[in-house]
T-cell receptor, first 114, second 109 residues
């Protein structure tokens, strides 16, 4: 099992561009979570998805951020019109249906907005 | 509101010395507590969870509901224990984990 995969590992965008971050969960895991880590802070929950459904997006900023987990393919976190404050490490995690707290993390995508 | 506090950003101990990483939480119900670890150039991984009551790599953590703490302990630190440690909480019925800000442990040879 390859584990949770994220790509790209590093992403540089200019202000105003769009950022797309991808996450492939572990095999057999149907639950995906996105977290953001700002410098000197802990991981902050953004959104929780199951296949084709957003279950909890209480941690997502109201504007410019969206997430999806289609029937086929990876989960996508999309940030439109990026600003410098979006620079952070974005982590994806997945869990099996029976152990929601036991989350397996990807290596993260480090987004830098110039 | 839930809160996880790790009061020490940095902690250094000598090899063979005992180590304790502190974690205090605030939550009105009965949470599930976890310790996650991130070794250098590796991904964040689960170290242990309180309901398992197990020892992983010599580490243990006991949930103290009276003191609302979940401190991580190891009697004899090893150099390979040097890493970033995060305490995390999952509320009753919650989908996500709530993380502390982490403690960087350095074990001095």
């Amino acid at each position: 099992n390859a584990g949770v995969m994220q790509n790209p590992r590093h992403l540089v965008r200019r202000r105003g561009q769009e950022a797309r971050l991808r996450c492939s969960p572990m095999k057999g895991h149907s639950h995906v979570y996105w977290y953001r880590q700002l410098p000197e802070e802990g991981l902050k929950f953004m959104v929780y998805l199951q296949k084709e459904n957003i279950i909890d997006e209480s941690g997502m900023p109201k504007e410019r951020f969206s997430a999806e987990f289609p029937k086929e393919g990876p989960s996508i976190l999309r940030i439109q019109q990026v600003v410098r404050g979006d620079s952070a490490a974005y982590f994806c995690a997945s869990s099996p249906p029976s152990h929601l707290g036991e989350q397996y993390f990807g290596p993260g995508t480090r987004l830098t907005v110039t | 509101a839930q809160r996880v506090t790790q009061p020490e950003k940095l902690l250094s101990v000598f090899k063979g010395a005992p180590v304790e990483l502190k974690c205090n939480y605030s939550y009105s119900g009965s949470p599930e507590l976890f310790w996650y670890v991130q070794y250098s150039r590796q991904r964040l991984q689960l170290l242990l969870r309180h309901i398992s009551r197990e020892s992983i790599k010599g580490f243990t953590a006991d949930l103290n509901k009276g003191e609302t703490s979940f401190h991580l302990k190891k009697p004899f630190a090893q150099e390979e224990d040097s890493a970033m440690y995060y305490c995390a909480l999952r509320g009753t019925g919650a989908n996500n984990l709530f993380f502390g800000t982490g403690t960087r442990l350095t074990v001095i040879p």
